[in-house]
């Protein structure tokens, strides 16, 4: 099992930029394909990136892609989300998310393993 504790989110005025954390403890870390997914109100919870076990390949969301960029440091046990040129729409709760399998990386049922979550707010 892994445990997920998500943090960076925060207000940010549009055009700005955010680093999401997500630190992992459990059983080890480089076993696990990492998602991000977000969730604002009303709508349901969409992928937002993800990244293989080693870093070696990356997805993104059209939405997102060239704007935001996922890391991961496995000696740290963590990833990371960079979010650059804030939108209002990129307002929502961000989700991290852990599986040993990467199949439908893009889906959330993929995922077995979920954190918290943190709030990203952009203001216009």
């Known amino acids: 099992q892994v445990q997920l504790v998500e943090s960076g989110g925060g207000l940010v005025q549009a055009g700005g930029s955010l680093r999401l954390s997500c630190s992992a403890s459990?059983?080890?870390?480089?076993?696990?394909?990492m998602g991000w997914f977000r969730q604002a109100p009303g709508k349901e919870r969409e992928f937002v990136a993800a990244?293989?076990?080693?870093?070696?390949?990356?997805y993104y969301a059209d939405s997102v892609k060239g704007r935001f960029t996922v890391s991961r440091d496995n000696a740290k046990n963590t990833v990371y989300l960079q979010m650059n040129s804030l939108k209002p729409e990129d307002t929502a709760v961000y989700f991290c998310?852990?599986?040993?399998?990467?199949?439908?990386?893009?889906?959330?049922?993929?995922?077995?393993?979920w954190g918290q979550g943190t709030q990203v707010t952009v203001s216009s």
């Open positions: 459990g059983r080890t870390f480089n076993s696990y394909f």
């Open positions: 998310a852990a599986d040993e399998d990467s199949d439908t990386y893009y889906e959330e049922l993929e995922y077995d393993y």
């Open positions: 990244i293989s076990w080693s870093g070696g390949s990356k």
